[in-house]
């Protein structure tokens, strides 16, 4: 199973842009995932969705980022609203466990990495 996210670029701040995660096959018992890392940093966790009915979104977005789930095309969606210069990372969707939900935005809960695209905010 591969992961490939689309829809990253250059903004300004307070722009939107809506990034996208597409799954090649079906996937079973997992939850799907954006992840953000900029260079010598930790890769963090941004939000989560598991089978449409549960999402997850990390303290510094909230309120700005929403994910959202179209089974029909095994695509997941990161909607990004008033980015801010802060928010330029590379962006990896991911997949990891239904058994892991509890701690999904932990990077060490997932088994599978897109190759990312980088999303960059100016001022």
């Known amino acids: 199973v591969q992961l490939a996210e689309s829809g990253g670029g250059s903004v300004q701040a307070g722009g939107s842009l809506r990034l996208s995660c597409v799954a090649s096959?079906?996937?079973?018992?997992?939850?799907i995932g954006w992840f953000r890392q900029t260079p010598g940093a930790d890769r963090e966790g941004v939000a989560t969705i598991r089978s449409n009915l549960a999402t997850t979104i990390a303290r510094s977005v909230k309120g700005r980022f929403t994910i959202s789930q179209d089974d029909a095309s095994n695509t997941v969606y990161l909607q990004m609203t008033n980015l801010k210069p802060e928010d330029t990372a590379m962006y990896y969707c991911?997949?990891?466990?239904?058994?892991?939900?509890?701690?999904?935005?932990?990077?060490?809960?997932?088994?599978?990495w897109g190759q990312g695209t980088q999303v960059t905010v100016s001022s």
């Open positions: 991911a997949a990891g466990p239904t058994s892991l939900w509890y701690s999904s935005l932990s990077p060490a809960s997932i088994f599978i």
């Open positions: 096959s079906t996937l079973e018992n997992v939850y």
